[in-house]
């Protein structure tokens, strides 16, 4: 019979931890060596009340039962307290002059129309036309021909077109471009609007409780993907958004501010947007999954 | 408009943190800064990588969906990680002498029968006997004559009565009892028996990942209550049960173990049992609970 240490206040983590078998993998028993020391810390440090721990367990309770085949709302809590961003941060650490990458979000669809380059993808025909074009390549500045740019964005009034299948047509402000012989692309789209993650359950209520609002900043997604280069999920962002430094789920760099013009050659607005690749080898591969 | 400091991986919780209102309690904002702080702490420490995140998601899922209104799923997985003994000890440090504290547990019932000093509980007649006597007093020795001590345990199978409705007798293995005009006590059971914790659901799932066993150590519950005084929830743990040094809930506590002996005078065992109480007033009362 092995003696373990028993449980007190002041050993209470090395009593917890103490207890993981021989054959747990050694990833598996770093992470929740970690996990268990923070949360007792949490306890600690704050001088938690019962009260309060049996307030965060329902709190945990209603947001696991908020989830749906439709709703991930473990994923919502975790874009608000910035954890996903931290965890796209962590795993994709780029050099120098490469496009940052940003978070994916839940309205991406696989499939979009390809479309001639300068395609105006406003299908509703609403909002202010906004031309963006540019050039990807790789860090270096040489032409990528043939890149892959998908692109997707809400509506004039905020809204993905799979979030209005009865009054958007499919694929409203969607469409996939390919790079030309010099790397460049563009197309046609209205001028984005900030909008809210969805705020009618136990995330909605902690952001109230937080005094915070729960508005995404303004911006139009892309995933990037050339061969032989590390795809780049990321946005753009306009500058002139009133939301664009309080964004919800924080997806903000300051390198994905865009510089939104008034077009020269015709009516609405202009973008000039770059997007640099890099090898697929030079991110480092991440830890291994505990199995599961 | 506020300008907020944009996230990144190195200010990554002053960022988050920045964005709550004028308007939020000093207290919900010291302890979500705190959560916020060491949750970012985890995922960079761990250097997690987004399969991990993944997969603690679902995990939080799956332990909310488990959760009904007879399973309490992350309430476990708090007593599991030693959370809930952490929270009962920092909610009550008592002074030297005075009876420790340890978990409530989900078994308790309000309303067990009251019965004079010595009764037998084993409504089933299973089990040794064993006849569990002793004292209740404040930690200056004074009796507190009318002290109530609700009790209760495990059949010698290692179920409680509303584990088995269909085949225990209601109140098997539960009673209450008061104090003589010494601060006297007694009554007869049988010897406690180890039992798991429910290990069907994510939790259990856990465990096994964690080369963990579900069992608790063998012990009696007790609630001791005296007008005036400070209610103890404990339990005495069983010397000899094999997993009293590795208590799935942590529940155990150096001097909560009795000693158990062979009965002089009749069949089975005996123990002798002190409980030194405090008055109610020396407790620090706890934080003030966030509004919800």
Redesign the interface.
Known sequence: ?????????EK??E??NA??????SPR?R???A???R????????????????A?A?????????M?SDWR?E??LL?DV???????????H?RPQGATENTVLGPFHVEGAPEYPNGTDIRLDGKGDPMRVQGRVADVEGHPLPGALLDVWQTNDAGYYDVQQPECQPKWNFRGRFRADADGRYAFVTARPRYYPIPDDGPVGKLLA????HPNRAAHIHFIVTSPGFDPVITHIFDPDC?YL??DAV?????SLVARIEPAVDQQGWAVEWDFALIPASTLQP???????
Not at 1 to 9: G, I, K, Q, W
Not at 81 to 91: C, K, P, R, T, Y
Not at 250 to 254: A, E, H, L, R, Y
Request: net charge negative; proline share 5%.
């Open positions: 019979m092995t003696e373990y240490p028993l449980f007190s206040e209470s983590v009593a917890v207890r993981m078998g021989d054959a747990v598996m770093a992470v929740m970690t996990v268990v923070h949360l007792h810390e949490v306890v600690k440090e704050c001088d938690l009340s019962r009260e309060e721990w307030a367990i329902q709190f945990l309770t209603d947001t696991g039962q989830c991930q473990f994923i975790s307290l910035g954890v996903s961003m931290l965890v796209e941060a962590i795993n650490r409780q937080l005094g915070r009133p430094t309080e924080f997806g903000v760099k300051d991440g830890p291994v999954a505990p199995s599961s």
